[in-house]
């Protein structure tokens, strides 16, 4: 269930981000360092490879000129 989860979450957010950008911005994923994480790291980084996803620097993806836009978005939780 929790990689159908991460997998729903990557495609929610590729759809976000077409949404607001038009294409498929440089995406940070934040992995905690957790339990679950522990037991189902291959399978995540298998599923990353399959979506054929890349792992690039930190630095890299904020390259990405999406992340010098201005954040403008206001809601009951930020």
Sequence with gaps: DYIEH???KFVFYEYASQQQ??????QI???HVNLI???????LIQ???ELDYHFI???EALS???YQSNDNYYSHYG
């Design 21 to 26: 950008f038009g294409r498929n911005i440089k």
């Design 37 to 43: 994480n522990s037991y189902a790291l291959n399978e």
């Design 57 to 59: 620097s930190l630095d």
């Design 29 to 31: 994923w934040l992995l």
């Design 47 to 49: 599923l990353a490879q």
């Design 6 to 8: 991460t997998k729903a």
């Design 64 to 66: 990405d000129a999406a």
